[in-house]
């Protein structure tokens, strides 16, 4: 058995082996395609480096992040200006209640900045169609592309930059030009505008992708960033980077499984399959049965038959046959009051033709047995012969009742 264990401890650790290598080799070639455009992801499409850049190209501001509720920043104050709100995220989604908090950010002398694929219905009511500051006639088209993503900023002048990366992206297909000033375009068509409000101004930028880690780092691109965060106000002192949009996405896509969860994670996926394995190789080697060899279950003994015959067996020895036959009409009248409720007192006629009538065995033969009783108890003593011919009848009688 020890060899066996032995083998099973080399197999295990050879295919622990095996595994890890296959998925470190897989992880080392696989590209990492997930938008996650989190400040703190290092992955192609997080946003480390734009988050990170931000205290450089804004010296004299203060930079955090925030998961609040807008109108809730604990960096940023309602009542104050020169200030900024910069939100990278799939999904610009707010409620009426935070795009009103938002607005009025903005009316204070604040800038806000969204770069998204999509807007919510209250974003695009109260900034673009509805909104006090601009009436802007619009719609908006979502393009995917695999391969590339072109992009250019149009002032001062006119400069385009790409990446190969992936290229889903938004853009406006009309525009009021007299009340929103186009800043950038994609392929010939807006995608980066600027709307006013108060004294404050929002800037709405529809490929959030320009700000990920793969386009900024991809040749000359951090030009890009570099330019469109110089249209916000000059003077600003306070910079919030904004995640609760992103946080509350990810609560709305609902909740996955543990199993998902670890599955996840390449380190934590390999622990489980290499624990798997390592389960399944153990029941295989354990499936022979270890415990002690089960002794057949006997029946119970009925010792109490064998006191009755071993004390009739006494009594026959001693030539008691009398005494013996007594205590088997004893027995045999108990059981006709137990068994048949039948009383036992009369050993009559009527007697006869009750227990025949509940027994079915012949009138005959129960008479014969009380014969023998009536008689057993008038005689001085009894041979073997006459009480052989009585237990032959007492056990006709249990046999056929």
Known sequence: ????????????????????????????????????????????????????????????ASVSSSKSMPGFWDSLSMDRSRQAYICITPNFD????????????VKAGNDVFVSSFELS??????????????????????????????????????????YPGSGESSYFTRLDTSRALVLGEEEGVPDFIQLNSGRGHFFLHRAPLAFSNYFLLH?????????????????????????YFLTRRHRSEGKQSWFSVLMKYPGLSTAVIIGLLTLLVYALAEMR?????????KKPRNDSMDFVKTIGRLYYEKGDHKNLAKKMAAYFLEHVRSRYKIP??????????????????????????????????????????????FYKKLENFYRTA
Do not use: C
């Open 1 to 60: 058995m020890k060899s066996n264990f032995v083998y099973t401890i080399f197999l295990v650790a050879g295919l622990a082996a095996a595994l890890l290598v296959f998925y470190g080799l897989r992880d080392r070639k696989r590209f990492e395609e997930k938008v996650t455009l989190k400040r703190k992801d290092k992955i192609p499409y997080g946003t480390e480096v734009a988050y990170r850049t931000l205290p450089v190209l804004f010296p004299g």
């Open 94 to 105: 707010p409620d009426e209640f935070e795009m009103g908090k938002i607005i009025d950010f």
């Open 121 to 162: 219905y209250n974003a695009e009511e109260r900034l673009i169609r509805n909104s006090e500051s601009s009436s802007v006639n619009y719609t908006v088209k979502t393009r995917f592309s695999s391969d590339s993503l072109s992009l250019s900023l149009l002032r001062p002048g006119k400069k385009t930059w790409y």
């Open 219 to 243: 040749k000359h691109n951090m030009e890009y960033y570099e330019r469109a965060m110089s249209y916000l106000s000059p003077g600003i002192n306070r910079i919030v980077w904004d995640e």
């Open 289 to 297: 049965r270890k415990q002690r060899f089960i002794p057949e279950y």
């Open 344 to 389: 036992t007192s009369a050993l009559d006629e009527k007697f006869v033709k009750t227990l025949q009538f509940k027994t079915g065995v012949q009138a005959d033969s129960i008479q014969g047995i009380v014969n023998d009783i009536k008689r057993m108890e008038e005689a001085d003593n009894l041979n073997a012969h006459q009480l052989n011919e």
